[in-house]
């Protein structure tokens, strides 16, 4: 049986009145996906050791310290490698001002838009176009889309003439793509293939998404420990996913989209994306994650401007 334990809102509290009513209820496995589960998971872990947490995005530093007990399991993501493939493709398909829309500074969002930095810059000297690329980045100091942020955006595509946005964070793409639709500009999406919620806002406005493997790690994770009964493998670790095959780009737990999702062209085709994989695989392409760095850092041959926060 899986029943949705909804939160009533942005807090420990509430997130962990629901696992104290999952509990209630007899549930002895709980998916919670977010950084924001870290203090729950330090609540609750100890109270509750019959049942098995699966925590997805909860990094180490989520945890304020916390050590994780025998019936955690976490699993973060290398963002930073999906966010080079977006920046890549969004460069070798033709675009050459770009910007980033981060939500909040936090480790993902940030490796993320590092990664994408780091991909624009790889292509752009590909492509010999040295000085020739812009990439526009700022945090909307929220994981959601509002009317300042729009204004933002408007900015952004009609003043300064963006091409597309990587939108990185939760519901703020809706702002992206807001002011995308008013100009015919295009998204790039995150996290998962976000194709059919950003063309809802104009036919064909998204250039890929950068994603990351929540599906199959929840799918994997639960079919191993409940089917297979191998929780044992899982018991305190914080474990980083990403690439796990070299040939085959959807099986990895960091991706673009292989089909419609992506705006394939003979500049940048399936077989340059699966060309791409094997460099990063191989270890021929390596994509820095240090987050102590500023996005300008990444930058060799094109021009990041650095805009800080629109809010906060």
Not at 31 to 52: C, H, L, R, W
Not at 157 to 175: K, M, R
Not at 263 to 290: C, E, L, R
């Amino acid at each position: 049986d899986f029943t949705y334990f909804k939160p009533a809102g942005d807090s420990t509290a509430e997130r962990v009145a629901m696992v104290e009513k999952a509990a209630e209820e007899g549930y002895n496995v709980i998916v919670m996906p977010g950084y924001a589960f870290g203090g729950t998971i330090a609540e609750v872990q100890n109270d509750y050791s019959d049942i098995k947490f699966v925590a997805l995005d909860v990094s180490e530093g989520d945890l304020g310290g916390v050590e994780l007990a025998s019936n955690v399991y976490c699993a973060v993501y290398q963002e930073e490698l999906c966010g080079y493939m977006a920046g890549y493709a969004a460069v070798k398909l033709g675009y050459t001002h770009l910007g980033f829309l981060g939500g909040m500074a936090v480790p993902a969002v940030v490796r993320y838009g590092y990664g994408f930095v780091q991909g624009c810059n790889a292509a752009a000297v590909e492509l010999g176009k040295e000085k020739e690329v812009t990439v526009e980045y700022v945090y909307g100091g929220q994981f959601y889309g509002d009317a300042d942020i729009t204004a933002y955006m408007d900015n952004w595509y009609q003043t300064l003439g963006v091409q597309a946005v990587f939108a990185c964070g939760g519901g703020i793409y809706s702002s992206a793509a807001e002011a995308a639709a008013k100009v015919n500009a295009k998204v790039i999406g995150v996290d998962v293939d976000q194709a059919g919620i950003i063309d809802a806002y104009g036919e064909g406005m998204t250039v890929t998404s950068a994603m990351k493997g929540l599906y199959p790690t929840t799918y994997d994770t639960l079919t191993d420990v409940i089917v297979n009964g191998n929780w044992d493998k899982y018991v305190g670790k914080i474990e980083t996913l990403g690439l796990v095959s070299g040939t085959d780009p959807e099986a990895n737990y960091v991706q673009i989209p292989m089909g419609d999702g992506t705006q394939w062209s003979d500049s940048f085709t399936q077989d340059d994306y699966k060309a791409m994989v094997k460099d990063m695989f191989d270890g021929k392409i390596t994509v820095s994650n240090d987050v102590s760095k500023a996005p300008s850092d990444f930058a060799t041959v094109i021009a990041v401007e650095d805009q800080g926060a629109i809010k906060g």
